[in-house]
């Protein structure tokens, strides 16, 4: 049975162009969404550093008075969106990550200056916030290979907005304090060691296509040295070395070591729990894949008990209809 490919617990952000009603304007950076590929991240030149975000939103007192720099601001955002979508048009990528950048400034500004508005509806401004957090993670990708202190400061004003939105514990506010925190861990590393956690990630995405093409083998020692420079580096337990445990154990799945797979899923799973939470849709995800090997190791019952829990998780994180959970359905 084919398996969904799960590359790494991290967002991945919609390209579909969503409406803000409380501007008024289309806003191509849709709220972030959890499957099993990697962060689709569109391809293109680096784009060149625009001004230091500013501190996430304040905790300031609403007032009744709308401040003047409301107007500037939503005009500022405006214009940024417009040059988003013509750079988007034109193909152009160093202009759509600069306008990107420039809209991710103002729309900063916007939120500190919005959440101090008692008129302001409070729906709206939840969806412009959750609009501009994938907006932020779609700069934090773009920006690590090439401003990590940048990065950092992204991520933890996300962090700032997913708190806001969602509460600290939740399984999205999580998922970004492991990736500012993999960021943190990057900017103190030695150079060799940045360099061969660059090749990691190289190892790492070549796993599957290979498995895909039938090289066993070759996905096997791809993923194992991907899983050696991680573990060392970013620790066993990250969420990024654990994705590639559990890429291993598709591999191990196809070429029929259907035993080690299944300790591997097993592993993984408890790792994901204890990293992220139980209620986190990569958790879920690796469920589903154990429950496949369980039905092929003909453990039906139990395969069935862990496909349920799986199915559990995806309703209660994502929702019914997103394709990872139709998925975990069909299998069930």
Partial sequence: MRRQVLFCVCYLLSAVVFASPLWGQDNPFGPPRISGGAAAIAPGAAPTPGSTPAAPPSDAPPTDAPPPEITALVDARRQAMQAVLAAQAA??????????????????????????????DQQELRELRDQHVGLLHR???RMEPVDLTRCEAIWSESIGHLIKLNGPAHWT???????????????????????S?????????????????????????????????????????????????HNL????AQAGDLRTSQRLFQDVARAYEQQLGADHPGHALCLTHLADTLRELSQLDEAARVQRRALEILEASTGKQTVDYARALNQL
């Fill in 91 to 120: 193909g152009n990528q160093e202009a759509f990550w600069q306008a990107a950048t420039r809209l991710a400034d103002v729309q900063t500004r916007l939120l500190q200056i919005a959440e101090t508005i008692l008129q302001v």
């Fill in 139 to 141: 700069l934090a990708d």
């Fill in 173 to 195: 506010t999580r998922t970004a304090m492991h990736e500012l925190h993999r960021v943190q861990v990057t900017r103190r590393l030695s150079d060799d060691d940045r360099r």
């Fill in 197 to 245: 956690l660059e090749q990691a990630v190289q190892w790492h995405a070549q796993v599957m296509p290979l498995c895909d093409a039938g090289s066993i083998a070759a996905a096997d020692a791809a993923a194992r040295q991907a899983w050696q420079v991680r573990a060392r580096i970013l620790g066993p337990e990250n969420i990024h070395t654990l994705a590639t445990l």
């Fill in 249 to 252: 154990g598709l591999v191990l």
